[in-house]
């Protein structure tokens, strides 16, 4: 990398806190990376955020055009303390990691023997057509942006992607996106980049971790609250103006904590809404309005959009997190996202790496016949997927490669759900699945240039003959 090149590279560390709260130990966070757009200068040096999240967010360049900055990788941090990974590419070493099997199959594989999901008036198959796409099972990725969004690496495999999803983190006036590019214009570089490329945009909302996860003051304090509404709000205009449709999934973890504190309840968890959203005045200011307001915006301000929340497999039990995300606006949405594992499990086997010091066993059995398997996890998916009547998409898989060998290196650690899901789409739809979006969610992790061509291959033979949904 040259200096000028390297002058035009910003880099935003987002610290995720680990979720401490969870009795189990082997839960998920998510590594956050928003990227802002450089417009020709880079901005200043990064913002540190308060609060026990701690991560920072980058000031974004001049906004004049231009193409996104790579993402840097947040961090797993453990009781309560912060691990930023270092920032700069998550894209490791341009070396070929070795592979024990290549997840190249077109994606027909066995049945699990479930029936067909039941998702009410919101089908995988009518999301899919109001996306605009054909009614198959969509495949996308993110967390994988570049100085040139025309080498963003969903856009270098020579198939044309479904979804490719970016983080949109921090507030306005502290280093989040809306600073990145002029009047929040960063929505819409990555819009109009993936437009170009025939894949609809995806963004994973991170606002509400802007001074730490799962921190309920932010929600009754006036100022932390003016600049979320104002992100909401000017997220959903930029939106708007691209005028197409586009992805919006809110807030990853966040219900899951707030499910957690409150037993359930969103009415024993106050926040700010009426003085802030004129649209959202008859809502009740607590998590349920919160949820119910974020769709309102949604639904008035940008009518192409597609919404949804996420549900965490660690907050409870699958009926009572469909309770808990009904009673929050998840009735009202259009999909709901899960997540498998945010990172490779064998980064948490090797328990070198700072990013992955969780306990617990991650890589599943793909014989479906020892715990943890692949099937468990789709009967708690499709529990999600059938009570909230949404259509599923799984975000953020890790790319690793399956091995007989436990952990693996920077760069190489194993996995095996890409092997698996490609090779048993069929049972993901079974379980009401609308789609799959793959990404790194810490530093250090496989990816598609450290994969052995694993994640190219499986992508390249699907779109040859891809899934229909029912």
């Known amino acids: 990398m040259t200096n000028d090149w390297a002058r035009r590279w910003l880099l935003v560390i987002w610290g995720v806190s680990a979720l401490a709260s969870c009795s189990s130990g082997d839960d998920d966070s998510d590594g956050a990376a928003g990227m802002p757009a450089a417009g020709g200068t880079s901005g200043g040096s990064a913002g540190t955020s308060g609060g026990g999240g701690g991560g920072s967010a980058g000031k974004g ?88 969004n025309d080498q963003d690496g969903a856009y270098t495999l020579g198939v044309t992607m479904d979804m490719h999803y970016a983080y949109l983190v921090g507030l306005p006036g502290e280093g989040g996106w809306p600073d990145w590019n002029a009047d929040g214009s960063f929505v819409n570089i990555l819009a109009d980049s993936a437009d170009a490329h025939g894949t609809t945009p995806m963004y994973t909302v991170y606002g509400m971790a802007a001074h730490g996860e799962g921190n309920p003051a932010v929600l009754t304090d006036p100022d932390y609250m003016t600049k979320y509404w104002a992100q909401e709000r000017l997220m959903y205009e930029r939106l708007a103006i691209f005028g197409k449709p586009a992805i919006v999934h809110h807030e990853p973890d966040f219900w899951g904590f707030y499910q957690q504190q409150t037993g359930g309840d969103p009415a024993k968890q106050q926040v700010l809404i009426h003085d802030y959203v004129a649209e959202c005045a008859d809502e009740p200011e607590d998590l349920s309005g919160l949820g119910h307001c974020i ?32 009673a929050c606006g998840a009735d009202q949405s259009d999909f709901i996202a899960i997540d498998m594992l945010d990172r490779d499990a064998g980064c948490f086997e090797a328990a070198k790496d700072p990013n992955c010091m969780r306990g617990g066993t991650f890589y599943w059995d793909e014989t479906n016949q020892t715990s943890p398997n692949f099937h468990e996890f789709l009967d708690y998916s499709q529990q999600i997927g059938d009570g909230l009547k949404k259509p599923i998409i799984w975000w953020q898989i890790p790319f690793g490669v399956p091995s007989d060998t436990p952990g693996g290196t920077a760069g190489h650690y194993r996995d095996n759900r890409v092997h698996y899901i490609f090779s048993h789409i069929d049972e993901f739809i079974d379980a009401g699945g609308l789609g799959t979006a793959f990404g790194t969610g810490a530093g250090n992790q496989t990816d ?23």
């Open 295 to 326: 769709v309102k915006l949604s639904r008035s301000i940008a009518p192409k959009v597609i919404v949804g929340f996420h549900a965490s497999e660690w907050a409870g039990s699958p009926s009572d997190t469909v309770k808990f995300l009904n």
């Open 61 to 148: 360049g001049s906004g004049s055009g231009g193409s996104s900055a790579k993402a840097g990788t947040g961090g797993d941090a453990q009781g309560g303390t912060d691990s930023g990974a270092t920032g700069g590419s998550t894209s490791g070493s341009s070396g070929k990691g070795g592979s024990s099997g290549k997840g190249g199959s077109s994606g027909k594989g066995g049945s699990s023997g479930k029936g067909g999901s039941s998702t009410g008036s919101s089908s995988a198959a009518e999301v899919a057509t109001k996306l605009g796409r054909e009614a198959n099972f969509l495949i996308g990725m993110g967390n994988d942006l570049n100085n040139d």
């Open 448 to 470: 598609i240039t450290t994969d052995g061509g694993q994640f190219q291959d499986a992508v390249t033979a699907y779109f040859a003959d891809p899934a229909p949904l029912p």
